[in-house]
């Protein structure tokens, strides 16, 4: 039997007795295996701040949930957002329930896949969403509890519970939270939204999704092209070329700190630092296994295209996707995403 509350029935009457109420809540399911903050009643009505509680913002893969206001000011409650985060949690759900998304299969896939938030625009400063050092990291309520209230909800409402409709093998941290905000202040280029059709006033949430992060470490290159070539062979990994290749395309997300970004720009634009990874970010089938290798010769026999060509990261140079994020240093990260089966989906956010 599946382990899941309809958290329509769920009704928390005190916190007074922290410890009982965090158990309950874990006997019953409800939480990520962390304590949460009881969703009592007054914090849920905070939480929604005057919007209706009934309305349905989107049905949630695999069980087709109902993603009602109130279900989704619940989860937000208990993984402890503060009311002005809760906007940026609606646009996060509604971007993660498009189609092209494809939520079902990053649900429950055998795989890492989990949905990364990644959030444009003035309501960083507004919510003070890391951005700089560490923005990965724990210490930022905003960027802790955003991302988990997304995973909550993820759980409770989609239905995608660990060991039962969620078959992640391993799984990865990032299904606690996996959110951060783009560094627009130290950005060289334009901001990733603006790429993806929105001004750079509008706040936005990017999702993408991620199976984890690869650290880029380039300590020792002083030219734009050097830089980029570290990046492109640290995309090259042949566990998650050839799985890509058998998906088909994706958008592998660069995670690029500013002293790697300001470096790469005295060269490079980005549409520019995009075509040289495109290029250059290839794999030999010599470098994978035999039978993968063979597979993919296979495949590409039957499709009419060059057996022995070598493998690329994206599709198209467009779909590799640039934001420059974190603080002092000389590491970047390569966020390898799940084929081409997802896209990622810019949402704008609401601030009502």
């Known amino acids: 039997m599946l382990p899941l509350t309809d958290l329509s029935t769920l009704k928390i009457e005190s916190a007074d007795a922290f410890e009982d109420v965090n158990a309950l809540l874990y006997r019953l399911g409800v939480t990520d ?23 349905v913002t989107a049905q949630l893969p695999p069980l087709r949930g109902q993603a009602t206001m ?4 619940m989860c937000a409650v208990m993984a402890g957002c503060r009311a002005e985060y809760f906007p940026i949690i609606l646009a996060a759900i509604e971007a993660v329930a498009q189609p092209e998304f494809n939520l079902y299969g990053i649900q429950t896939t055998t795989g890492n896949a989990t949905p990364m938030i990644l959030i444009n625009g003035p309501i960083i400063d507004q919510c003070h969403v890391n951005a700089g050092a ?40 990032g299904k606690y939270t996996f959110c951060c905000a783009e560094n627009e202040g130290a950005n060289p280029w334009e901001p990733l939204h603006v790429t993806r059709g929105y001004s750079s006033e509008q706040s936005t ?36 070329m050839g799985g890509r290749y058998l998906l088909g395309g994706g958008e592998p997300l660069l995670l690029i700190t500013p002293e790697h970004a300001d470096l790469i720009a005295q060269d ?35 499709d009419g295209v060059d057996p022995e060509a070598d493998i690329g990261t994206a599709d198209c140079p467009e779909d590799i996707m640039l934001a420059v994020v974190g603080g002092a240093g000389i590491k970047s990260a390569y966020v390898p995403t799940w084929g081409g089966t997802t896209r990622a989906v810019t949402q704008p956010i609401d601030p009502s």
Do not use: C
């Open 70 to 73: 109130h279900k989704l000011a």
């Open 134 to 173: 560490n923005a990965l990291g724990p210490g930022i309520h905003s960027n802790a509890t955003i991302g988990r209230a997304v995973q909550l909800i993820l759980k409770n409402i989609g239905g995608a519970v660990p060991g039962y409709t969620d078959k992640a093998t391993l799984g990865q941290p």
């Open 205 to 240: 949430v990017t999702v993408i999704g991620a199976s984890g992060i690869v650290e880029v470490v380039d300590a020792n290159s002083y030219t734009a092209t050097s830089v980029l070539l570290t990046l492109a062979h640290s995309m090259t990994i042949a566990g998650t």
């Open 33 to 55: 295996g962390l304590p949460v903050v009881p969703p009592t009643a007054p914090r849920i009505e905070a939480m929604l701040n005057g919007r209706d509680p009934d309305t």
């Open 268 to 302: 490079y634009t980005r549409r520019q630092a995009q075509q040289f990874l495109f290029d250059t970010a290839r794999l030999p089938l010599h470098h994978l296994p035999m039978e993968t290798a063979e597979r993919i010769r296979d495949d590409r026999k039957m």
